[in-house]
C-alpha cells in the first residue's frame, strides 16, 4: 500500500542548476546572466539556490566568475538562501568575504572517486573539510555536506551503506548543518533508497538533516525522491531544465528537472512556495538565452518541442 | 514510510512498442523486421506483447501489414502471450483468421478523445465493442481493455475518477480479461493513480484484472508505476526503447521505455523473467535497424550516447 498520509506537507526544493548544473555544461554564461537566472528562480518562489562555486577558475571555468556573481548578489543574501562550494580553506576566505550565509563541501563516499575528483582518500579530503566546516560555523554559516557516489560508482559498482554513514558520521561531527545524498551516476532504484536511510538511522542520524540528489541517468530520479519523501526527506535537490550533464555516463541526463518533481509535488498537493507558471517561464527564458537544451519533459511538453 | 513487503514479488512488463509504439512513429517498418523484434523481445524473456493492430490500413498505415505478420508469428502463437487492436467485428474477423490468443479493445474515458479519435461517444464506442468482446470470448479467446484519458484529456481537463469506473465496469460486463488504466497524456502524479484505484476499489473491481499503461511525458510514469505496484497491480505497459511518441502534447516522449521500467523492477528484486542483457540488446538493435532515437535512458546510459 502506498501510505499518502505518510506523505510530507511541504517540501524545500534545494535548486542546484547554477553550480552543479552550470559547471556540467560545455556552455559558460556572463555574469549577468547567471544573476538574473539566480534571480528569477527566486522570483518563481525557489527557497534555496546553490549560485556558485569556489574552486580554481582554471579547474572548472564556466565557475570562474564566482567573486563577481555574488556582488551582484549581495543585496539579496540576508533575505533569501544561497550557497556555494567551497573546496578549501582559500575557497572558504572568498566565500565569507562574499556575505554568503551558507556553504557547501563535497564529499565523497568512494575512494576511486574521491581520487579521480578530489586528488585525495576519502578520509585524506575530510580532513581537509573539517577545519573548512569548524571555521564556517564558527563565523555562523551554515554548512552542506554533499556526499556523491553513495550508491554505487563506476569503478567500485555497489557502494556499501557503512561506507556513506561514516562519511555522514564524520561531515555531521564535524559541524554540516545539512546532508545531501548524491546518486552521482543516477544507477539507484528505490530499495536501495531505503537501505541507505536505515543504515544513517542505525547511526542515530535525524532525518530531518538529510537531502536527496538524484540523478536522472536511468529514469529513476523521481521515483527515488518520491520513496525518500514516504521516508520523511523533506529536502529535495533539482536542476532547473535539468541543467548539468552527467559526467560519468555515456548519457547526456543528469539532474532531476526542477520542473517535473515541481509538477509531481504539486500534483501530491505538497507546498514548495513555488509558482510553477513563473518557474516554467524560467526555464523558457534559461532556453533562449543560453541556447542550453531543457531537458525537463514537463517544461517540453507544456512550453514546446525540444527535438 | 515506503511499505517494501508490499510490493509484488513478481510483476508482468507487458510490452507494447510493436503496436502502440510503432503505430506512433514516423518510421513504416517492414514486416520481417516487426517480426524480428517480436522474436527478440520473446527471447529476451518478455512474456507478453502487442504485436499488431487490425485497423483499417489506410488510418494506420505503419501496421497495415497486420495479416502478413501474424502469418509470420503464427508458429508462437499457441506458446507466447501475443494480442493485437481490434477496433471492430470486421477487425475481429481478421483477429480470429490469425489464430491469435488475445484480442485487445481501446475505450475512451472521456467524450472529447472518443471523438477524437473513435467518431463515436463513449457509450457508442463500448456499444461496438460489446459484440466483439462477446463474440471474442466465445472463441475461447482472451480479451484486453484499454481504457485511455483516464486523468486527463486535452479537451476536458480532469477526468471524473467515476467515468473510468463507469467505463471499466462495462467493459467487465461485456468480458474482458484485463483492464489496462491508460495515463494518454502523462500528467497523472501518484495522488490521482490511488484516487482511481480506489474507485475502482468503490465498484468492486479486483486489482488481479487490471494493468497501468503510464506515459513519461511530464516524466511521472515511473513514480506512477511504482504507486501501482506498492497498491498491488502486477501488469505494467512499457514500450522498448520508450517507441512511441506523444501525438496529444508537443514533447516527443511518450510510452514508458520498458528498460527503465525494468532497471527498477530488478533493482526492487522483483522477477520478471527478463535477461536484462538481451533485452538491451534489443533495444540498440532496434535503433540500428530502424534509425528510431531510442529514448529509454536507461539503454543511452549503457548502451551509448543519444543525441
Known sequence: MFDRSGLPKSVTVYEVGPRDGLQNEAV?????????????????????????????????????????????LAPM???????????????????LKSGLQEIAVF??????????????????????????????????????????????DPWEGKT???????????????????????DTIGTATPGEVIDLLDAFDSRGISRSLLAVHFHDTYGQALSNTLTAMLEGITTIDSS????????FAKSATGNLATEDLVWQLHGLGISTGIDFDTLL???AWLGLQTGIKVRSKTAIALVGKNS
Chains 1, 2 share one sequence.
Open 160 to 182: 556499501a551503506t557503512d561506507k556513506v554513514a561514516d562519511v555522514a558520521m564524520r561531515l555531521l561531527a564535524d559541524g554540516v548543518t545539512e546532508i545531501s545524498i548524491g
Open 240 to 247: 532547473i531544465g535539468g541543467l548539468g550533464g552527467c559526467p
Open 107 to 152: 564529499a565523497s563516499a568512494t575512494e576511486s572517486f574521491a581520487r579521480a575528483n578530489l586528488n585525495n582518500s576519502v578520509v585524506g579530503s575530510l580532513d581537509i573539510f573539517g577545519p573548512v566546516i569548524r571555521t564556517a560555523r564558527d563565523a555562523g554559516i551554515r554548512v552542506r555536506g554533499y556526499i556523491s557516489m553513495c550508491f554505487s
Open 28 to 72: 559558460i554564461l556572463p555574469t549577468t546572466v547567471k544573476a538574473e537566472l539566480v534571480k528569477r528562480l527566486l522570483n518563481s518562489g525557489i527557497s534555496a539556490i546553490e549560485v556558485a562555486s569556489f574552486v580554481r577558475p582554471d579547474i572548472v571555468p564556466a565557475l570562474a566568475d564566482a567573486d563577481e556573481l555574488l556582488v551582484e
Open 77 to 95: 543574501l540576508s533575505t533569501h538562501r544561497m550557497s556555494a562550494l567551497v573546496p578549501n580553506q582559500k575557497g572558504l576566505d572568498r566565500a
Open 281 to 283: 517561464l524560467t526555464s
